[in-house]
Nanobody, 125 residues
Framework: QLQLVESGGGLVQPGGSLRLSCAAS????????IGWFRQAPGKAREGVAV?????????FYFDSVKGRFTISKDNAKNTVYLQMNSLKPEDTAVYYC?????????????????WGQGTQVTVSS
């Protein structure tokens, strides 16, 4: 059974950091584009960052997180990470990871086939 499990969320003060993990089971992440998305209450799901299906050096970041977040992949652990620095209150949301084998890199939620259950990130003083 193909499964994605996010972890690492929590409460952090503005300016702080968190690292989210997305662990895959039932399939090998190599060959899948992996995206991080987030959804705040009352808002649509939006993209955060994407990593290429084959080349972990190829990444894409949405404007709201450029320069602050970093996506990376550890093939040995079959896990993708999202390092989040300089967090702001507007980063508060449920964060989801998603996977697709249809695209080398994909930026829209509807392009993804598999989703995790999400992890809550709250940035507040």
């Amino acid at each position: 059974q193909l499964q994605l499990v996010e972890s690492g969320g929590g409460l952090v003060q503005p300016g702080g950091s968190l690292r989210l993990s997305c662990a895959a089971s039932g399939f090998n992440l190599d060959g899948y584009a992996i995206g991080w998305f987030r959804q705040a209450p009352g808002k649509a799901r939006e993209g955060v960052a994407v990593i290429h299906s084959r080349d972990g050096r190829r990444t894409f970041y949405f404007d709201s997180v450029k320069g602050r977040f970093t996506i990376s992949k550890d093939n040995a652990k079959n896990t993708v990470y999202l390092q989040m620095n300089s967090l702001k209150p507007e980063d508060t949301a449920v964060y989801y990871c998603a996977a697709t084998s249809d695209w080398e890199i994909a930026t829209m939620p509807h392009e993804y086939d598999y989703w995790g259950q999400g992890t809550q990130v709250t940035v507040s003083s």
